[in-house]
Nanobody, 115 residues
Framework: QVQLVESGGGLVQPGGSLRLSCVAS????????MNWYRQAPGKEREMVAA???????KYSDSVRGRFTISRDNAKNTVYLQMNSLKPEDTAVYYC?????????WGQGTQVTVSS
């Protein structure tokens, strides 16, 4: 059974930093691309960052240069380091893995950027 458990969200002031973690189980983690998505109130879920099995990365234009995705295959964990946070980064952040043709999601972690 695939499980994705996110943590690390919280309330942070503009310009601050947070690091999100997603611990995965139930599938061969090292061979799968991992993704971070986010969903703000009233908006569609959007891709934030992705990391392939060879640690190749890609980012949305809105976070490139501020966020860094990484993975630790020994810990079955993917991270999202978020720097220079802005109020518009406020959202629930989700970890996602595609297995076969199905997107599997964690429960999400809330990130709120506000003074």
């Amino acid at each position: 059974q695939v499980q994705l458990v996110e943590s690390g969200g919280g309330l942070v002031q503009p310009g601050g930093s947070l690091r999100l973690s997603c611990v995965a189980s139930g599938f061969p983690f090292s061979s799968k691309a991992m993704n971070w998505y986010r969903q703000a109130p009233g908006k569609e879920r959007e891709m934030v960052a992705a990391i392939g099995s060879f640690s190749d990365t890609k980012y949305s234009d809105s976070v490139r240069g501020r966020f860094t995705i990484s993975r630790d295959n020994a810990k079955n964990t993917v991270y999202l380091q978020m720097n220079s946070l802005k109020p518009e980064d406020t959202a629930v952040y989700y970890c996602m893995v595609k297995r076969y043709d199905e997107n599997l999601w964690g429960q999400g972690t809330q990130v709120t950027v506000s003074s």
